[in-house]
């Protein structure tokens, strides 16, 4: 059965909150303990002969609460301000280095070609990949949302395990963005580092201040002696609560990741329909003797690899054989740690991406729209294999560039170009203002004529290829490359759904990335709150669907009886401009997830109500999903595609 993934997204919201649970317990038995100190050392003496301890002290009690909850909150704050520019940090905390999307590594090669397939097959644009110098077998996931997503692999991943191997552990690690895995996993990472924080300010104190103090020449009187004694000795206290509160963030980091675990095996086997490919994996890992090479950083990460990456006396992860028990449906007694290597499935013709202006495409069947809606954070084997023969029939000449960042820009600047003739020449001038001539007939020249003959339905995947060689831009290039983008797209003063969908594709993803911008606001208003703004994109897909105003208003009331709430005016299309359906689905991320799916499925009613879905209404759907991070699979369809005559 399918995973949902609203409710997964729900699901994984409620975890947050146990977790937050467990790190108050954590931190008031810390204050706890650091109370009975603080009272030991503050009791009261009854005479000369008796010492009388007083154990209800206020005031010790407000000072230990107060320096526990600015260093543990404190530094959980840190770590999650540090945390919230994306996936990336936590891969380059690792050592990981970006794998060039160029890249001629045979290996490198191969587990893009695997990612780059399950990120079509999943409606999300390719995400970076970051390797680590490590012979162990490990990836993980790490990002709040798809968009900011990264894929880290050790060394000993992609040169040791088979394609079908490496796509059973992607999977794996796919299920986690979908299922809501990675904000919680960057959380706990978060409060895991909070907790270790006490140890650290005790080293401090004990390395840095004390033995200064100790060993200064300017420090011999007795009291400065005493004074280091004193903090050496808090220092030392410290850094027993830190390891106390190092024990507690491995049990909240046991408890919160092993079920988890389970849940990503199945839903990889789910996604693949290959239960030898993550199997075997997992045995090569189980029969695996190289020791990691990963520090002591890796401990607060445990949790969100593929396997456990460090040694622990509380285990992230289940036991192996226990993991291979399940997927393969075999004892416990009967798993055996030796590979297995499976051959990759051929592709079947499908699919349907992208539209151009003036372009409708085919007509689809209601059913493949609802499909494509109800499939929304899955991968299922058909679409993987789409995603194969998508890739396999874009020109090699195009695939290679589309992992070249400036030709990548080249691409998406092609894609942009129309037509018409008189605006293609303005479209021309506007690139020749930009580039040098002769970079622009090197590139764009080079490129034009291949993606003017490319199938419609191959754009957007060639769009989604290009994006990790795009995320390679600096600042300043990332401005000059929006600047003409804009430029390209306003050329003829109006806005096509194609040039709609590129716009929003790019701004979600680059943006996030490249300019560092953090996670946004909590996913918890509702619909009601934000009820003008789904008013706004409902009314947009009717006027892109409808030629006549009667039928664009019977399309605006199918999608408003879905969303429900209060009745509203249809909105003129001069309300619906390209900054504000942006502005609206801006505010729209903010949604909980359970009113997401009802928005998109009132999106879904607009398109389909009058009977005639085409190709180009149901990618600008697939554009607003992705704008609300809700990766919709694409649409597959019967007729092949292949690649144009030379």
């Known amino acids: 059965m399918a995973i949902n993934f609203f409710a997964a997204q729900a699901k994984a919201k409620k975890k947050t909150g146990r977790l937050v649970i467990l790190f108050g317990i954590a931190v008031a038995l810390i204050i706890a303990i650091l109370y009975v100190i603080g009272v030991l050392i503050f009791g009261e003496n009854g005479n000369e002969n008796t010492f009388t301890i007083v154990w209800w002290q206020p005031g010790v009690l407000l000072g230990v609460g107060l320096f526990t909850l600015v260093v543990v909150g404190g530094g959980s704050f840190y770590k999650l301000a540090e945390l919230s520019q994306g996936g ?77 191997e490496l796509q059973g552990v992607m999977a794996h690690e796919f299920s986690h963005i979908f299922n809501g895995d990675m904000r919680l996993n960057i959380r706990l990472m978060g409060v895991i580092y909070g907790l270790l924080v006490l140890g650290l300010f005790g ?79 997992l045995r090569k890992i189980g ?37 291979i028990s399940r997927i393969e449906g075999i004892p416990i007694s009967s798993v055996a740690t030796s590979s297995t290597d499976a051959s990759s499935g051929a592709a079947v ?57 400036f030709d990548a820009q080249a691409i998406v600047f092609c894609l942009l170009l129309s037509p018409e003739k008189k605006v293609r020449a303005t479209q021309h001038q506007i690139l020749e203002n930009r580039i040098d001539k002769k970079t622009l007939d090197i590139t764009v020249g080079r490129l034009e004529k291949l993606v003017s003959r490319l199938d419609q339905r191959l754009r957007l995947p060639l769009l989604d290829l290009a994006i990790p060689a795009l995320c390679t831009m600096s600042v300043s290039q990332h401005k000059l490359f929006r600047q003409t983008l804009s430029e390209l797209i306003q050329a003829d003063q109006s806005v096509s759904r194609f040039e709609w969908t590129v716009h929003v594709v790019l701004t979600r993803h680059l943006d996030q990335r490249i300019l560092d911008r953090r996670a946004g606001p909590k996913a918890n208003q509702t619909l009601k709150r934000h009820h003008a703004d789904a008013v706004v994109v409902l009314a947009t897909l009717a006027y892109l669907g409808s030629r006549e105003q009667q039928s664009a208003e019977l399309a605006f009331r199918s999608g408003l009886a879905v ?39 009132a999106c879904e009613a607009c398109i389909a109500q009058d009977g005639r879905t085409t190709v180009a209404e149901a990618e600008t759907m697939r554009a607003i999903a992705d704008a609300i991070d809700c990766p919709m699979p694409p649409i597959l369809q019967e007729q092949q595609v292949t690649k144009p005559e030379s």
């Open 88 to 164: 990336n940090v936590v891969a380059s905390s690792l050592g990981g280095k970006q794998i060039d999307p160029g890249t001629r590594d045979f290996d490198e090669k191969r587990v893009l070609n695997v990612v780059e397939e399950m990120a079509i097959a999943s409606g999300i644009p390719v995400p970076p990949v970051y390797l680590i110098d490590d012979p162990t077998i490990n990836a993980f996931a790490a990002g709040y949302h798809p968009k900011d997503a990264v894929i880290g692999v050790t060394s000993g991943c992609v040169q040791q395990l088979s394609r079908d």
């Open 203 to 281: 080293l401090l104190l004990v390395r840095t201040i004390g033995y200064s103090m100790m060993f200064s020449r300017r420090s011999n009187s007795k009291d400065s002696g005493q004074a280091a004694l004193a903090i050496i000795g808090i220092g030392v206290v410290l850094m027993v609560l830190g390891f106390i509160g190092t024990f507690f963030g491995r049990v909240i980091q046991a408890a919160v990741s092993r079920q988890r675990e389970y849940l990503a095996d199945a839903t990889a086997v789910q996604y693949t329909r290959d239960p030898n490919g993550i199997g075997g994996a």
């Open 349 to 405: 013709p499908a699919g349907a991406s992208g539209f151009a202006a003036g372009s409708e495409g085919a007509t689809l069947k209601r059913s493949q729209l609802h499909q494509s809606v109800e499939g929304i954070g899955n991968i299922d084997t058909a679409h993987i294999e789409y995603a194969h023969s998508l890739i396999e029939a874009i020109d090699p000449v195009l695939l290679d560039a589309a992992h070249q960042p």
């Open 287 to 323: 029969g695996l003797k190289a020791k990691t090479k990963l520090d002591a950083r890796a401990s607060e990460l445990n949790h969100m690899f593929f396997t456990q990456a460090m040694s622990s006396m509380f285990a992230t992860h289940p036991p192996i054989a226990d993991r």
């Open 563 to 601: 969303l429900g709430g209060a009745a509203s005016r249809m909105p003129s299309p001069d309300e619906c401009s390209l900054d504000t359906l942006d502005k609206a689905l801006h505010r729209l991320d903010r949604l909980r997830f359970s009113d997401r799916q009802r928005l998109l499925l």
